[in-house]
């Protein structure tokens, strides 16, 4: 049973005072940007397009791309004037701010151990910061960011880690591993709350009692950790996914994924099938498009209509050679998938409260409801992102021999 390990990185694996820190990497940048912006307005500009970037529910923008729009709208300088100006910031001026932290001696030997067990361990950190300076704090940390099977940064991920949906990313983004998983944090309203709403079992970092929200599995200091997990039946901390706000947080974060485990993609991987018996990544895409539009979208105005609706489901499994899945351009219908999916969601937010426990009857499943209709919704989801995740694992494979 392999045991997934998210871990949240400042003050959980890197003790960082943020009231130092922040101040000192805004004045940094500042006065780096000087030649070309004042200091007022980049302070103001980081903070307000900082703000778009924890709104944000949009799965087929990244946080960069939210950031970025706004970010040099209000400057008035495009991207491509800054861009190597930035890019030395961050290779020479923010390693500096290393003084402004320090490493945890326990760190290191956690990890170490952790993976010497076989654990799965990814850097679940908030992602509002580029993947370098992300990786700098990993190092200061002790750590060489290559050993991480995912370090979140906003190059990569759509949601902050206030969302739940981030969490369901973070999974996508690893194939939704099946077995037990833990995040372990020392932030109860970004580490424990949005983690534990989507089923995930938490361990609070140095928590103190009276700020835990009374959600973790464990609580204690990082050094706890490892004999907590060896006294733990590892099969109490297997996640459960069927709360609304956990199927709501899964149906989100699907485009999302499928944005970023694609994005790499040439036309000839798109078409590459691992087996006959197996379905290509734009047949993937392709059959969830179609699913969501002529599936999904109708069993959902069924349910909204009328209370004990019949729930058809159509045999879909003809689709792919029907519709010649396999030569469709597979960017192109992840991008209508993406499209569909956001009309499900607003359908879905606007469902009044009764809603979620209308009853139905479902073709396959018999008696059924709401709520249930839209958690076979968010299976079928990951069921199709572990697909895609093996079909890319084996790309992967295939490229280190």
Not at 62 to 69: D, K, P
Not at 80 to 86: F, K, N, R
Not at 207 to 221: C, Q, V
């Amino acid at each position: 049973m392999t045991l997934t390990l998210l871990f949240d990185l400042d003050d959980t694996l890197l003790d960082t005072n943020t009231e130092t820190f922040i101040p000192a990497y805004f004045q940094a940048l500042s006065e780096h940007l000087t030649p070309f912006v004042s200091p007022t307005l980049l302070i103001s500009s980081l903070l307000a397009s900082t703000k778009l970037m924890l709104a944000s529910e949009d799965p087929s923008r990244t946080l960069q791309e939210v950031f970025e729009e706004d970010f040099y709208r209000r400057l008035g300088v495009s991207k491509t004037d800054l861009a190597e100006t930035l890019e030395g910031f961050y290779d020479n001026v923010f390693p500096h701010l290393q003084s402004k932290t320090k490493p945890r001696p326990e760190a290191a030997p956690l990890i170490e151990w952790a993976f010497s067990q076989g654990y799965r361990i990814a850097i679940a950190t908030d992602p509002l910061f580029p993947r370098k300076a992300t990786h700098h704090r990993l190092r200061w940390a002790g750590f060489d960011p290559a050993q991480f099977e995912i370090v979140s940064s906003f190059e990569t991920f759509h949601f902050t880690k206030t969302h739940t949906a981030y969490y369901a990313e973070f999974l996508g983004q690893l194939g939704w591993p099946e077995g037990p998983l833990l995040m372990v944090g020392n932030d109860a309203e970004r580490d424990l709350i949005p983690a534990s709403r989507l089923g995930l079992k938490t361990y609070f970092i140095d928590g103190d009692p009276a700020s835990s929200p009374g959600l973790e599995a464990g609580r204690g200091k990082l050094a706890d950790l490892r004999p907590w997990l060896e006294s733990t039946d590892l099969s109490t901390l297997e996640p459960s996914f069927q709360s609304r706000e956990a199927v709501l947080a899964i149906l989100q974060s699907t485009p999302a994924v499928l944005n970023t485990l694609t994005s790499s993609l040439s036309p000839e991987q798109w078409r590459s099938e691992l087996s006959h018996d197996d379905w290509a990544l734009n047949e993937i895409v392709c059959h969830l498009r179609d699913t969501e539009r002529e599936i999904h979208q109708l069993q959902l105005k069924l349910l909204l209509e009328r209370e004990d609706a019949f729930i058809p489901r159509p045999d879909t499994a003809v689709w792919a050679s029907e519709r010649d899945y396999l030569h469709v351009d597979g960017a192109a219908a992840l991008r209508e998938f993406t499209s569909a999916r956001i009309e499900t969601m607003q359908t879905l937010k606007n469902a009044a409260e009764a809603v979620w426990s209308r009853r139905a009857r479902h073709a396959i499943f018999g008696p059924t409801n709401f709520l249930e209709v839209c958690g076979f919704m968010a299976e079928h989801d990951r069921m199709h992102i572990q697909q895609a995740w093996k079909t890319l694992l084996h790309f992967s494979q295939l490229t280190k021999q």
